[in-house]
């Protein structure tokens, strides 16, 4: 038997490589379809100015949506907020990923500012990790039911 010592170093390329395809083996011996993700965003602008954005992934479970969307970004210019910029952003988001059918959408957002906004667009907490940022804040986990 040979000896198994433990290493501190990154992965080389071929052994990420095979880490995942790993992954993908493991997910097929128990019955599920691997996963895959499409990118779907809108950008805000102000003539030729960018002013704002949101995007995301939609997972796919072999050739169908899994249903939930993650919210990867969403950012507006400070001098563009409380305008309803964000609101038109995320709506017009929510338009095209339940148009696929999906009808989830769930987003890591800093506890200072981003849940208050979520809450108003109907959004609910589901997960919170406290004294996440130095100022002592939560990251919040926000999700919604389109």
Not at 94 to 120: C, M, Q, S
């Amino acid at each position: 038997m040979s000896t198994i010592s433990i290493i501190e170093r990154e992965m080389t390329s071929v052994e990420f490589a095979r880490m995942n395809a790993g992954f993908d083996e493991n997910t097929i011996d128990n019955g599920v379809a691997i996963q895959s993700s499409e990118r779907m965003g809108f950008v805000a602008l102000d003539g030729d100015e960018f002013v704002g954005c949101v995007s995301g992934l939609a997972y796919k479970n072999g050739d169908a949506y899994s249903g939930w969307f993650f919210l990867t970004d969403m950012f507006v210019e400070k001098a563009y907020r409380e305008q309803g910029l964000g609101a038109k952003l995320l709506t017009a988001l929510e338009d095209k990923i339940l148009a696929r059918g999906i009808d989830k959408v769930w987003t890591w957002t800093a506890g200072y500012e981003g849940p208050g906004f979520y809450k108003k667009q109907g959004y609910s907490v589901f997960a919170e990790l406290e004294g996440w940022y130095s100022s002592g804040h939560s990251r919040v986990a926000v999700r919604k039911q389109l």
